[in-house]
């Protein structure tokens, strides 16, 4: 009886090991699919590149001028995504306004620079720097986090006057 437990135990533990194995296995299949055809990586030593341009208004200026001749009929004037030429594309251009600040310079530089699929690449047409100023241009569009966290304070300190105001009324 005891050898039959055992012999019960043994099956169950490697059931189990293969079903993780299995499982494992599909989630590496999973990761590769999104890195070749998802989402859109430049390698380490290009995100890691440091940009030479400071993020002057001057610099933000130039990008958006480029960015308003050049990117806006895809990503839209408001970097959001839906430019005129858009509904044409099998591949929706990115929304930039929303990646903004979430990527390293580096990466929005290399892949700008190199394209992909019908996101042109811009190598030929940039001048010296011109691809730092469009990086500058983009990153300048995250102000959503600036005012998340205005709105994250403001609500700390409304909940802080309520709890305080709550207390001097419930002491004597
Ligand atoms: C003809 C349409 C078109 C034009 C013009 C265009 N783009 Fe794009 N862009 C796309 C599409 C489509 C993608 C998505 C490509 C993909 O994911 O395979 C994209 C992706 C990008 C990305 C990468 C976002 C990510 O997924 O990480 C950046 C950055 C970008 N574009 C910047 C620009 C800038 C800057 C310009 C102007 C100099 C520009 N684009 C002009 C269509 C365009």
Known sequence: MKILS?????LCSGLVYSFEEASKNIH??????NVDT???M???TEV???NPIKKSLESIKRGRKFYVRS???CH????KGKGPAAVNLAVQPT?????AGLHADGDLAWKITNGRGAMPAWKDMLGKNQVWDLVNYIQSLNDSSASDKRSKQQKTLVLLIFTWRKHKLKSP
Do not use: P, T, Y
Request: hydrophobic share 35%; net charge positive.
């Open 6 to 10: 055992f012999v019960i135990l043994v």
């Open 28 to 33: 590496q299949a999973n990761n590769k699919q």
């Open 38 to 40: 998802k989402h859109w």
């Open 42 to 44: 430049a390698s380490k």
């Open 48 to 50: 890691e590149r440091k």
């Open 71 to 73: 990117c806006s009929n």
């Open 76 to 79: 839209g004037s408001d970097a």
């Open 95 to 99: 929304n930039l306004r929303e990646m």
